[in-house]
């Protein structure tokens, strides 16, 4: 079973910016999605095996991006321009394949969900 492992999340204003970061081992297709009680879990951004294929969510396109560091073993999510309604648990996952999705049937392995809080 694969193990990823996330970190970063915390207490952020609205407009700021914070970076979650993911330990993955292997070669993965990778994605982030969030999701917050009632709701159901929603796709944020996805990078495939080659990094320059990554796809993102409308609402976070131009203030998310998802870079990814094969030396480090390492998947990131940079977040800016945070708004309120984007408090949520936030939760890396791991894919089979080649190219960034963001349907989340997609991922079989995920991690334990890091907290992100946007409020003044």
């Known amino acids: 079973q694969l193990q990823l492992v996330e970190s970063g999340g915390g207490l952020v204003q609205p407009g700021g910016s914070l970076r979650l970061s993911c330990a993955v081992s292997?070669?993965?297709?990778m994605g982030w999605f969030r999701h917050s009680p009632g709701q159901g879990r929603g796709a944020v951004a996805a990078i495939g095996l080659q990094s320059d294929n990554r796809t993102y969510a409308d609402s976070v396109k131009g203030r998310f991006t998802i870079p990814r560091d094969y030396a480090n073993k390492m998947v990131y999510l940079q977040m800016d321009i945070l708004k309120t309604e984007e408090s949520d648990v936030y939760y890396c996952a791991a894919g089979r394949g080649y190219s960034a999705t963001l349907v989340v049937e997609e991922y079989i392995h995920w991690g334990q969900g890091t907290q992100v809080t946007v409020s003044s």
């Open positions: 292997g070669r993965y297709v």
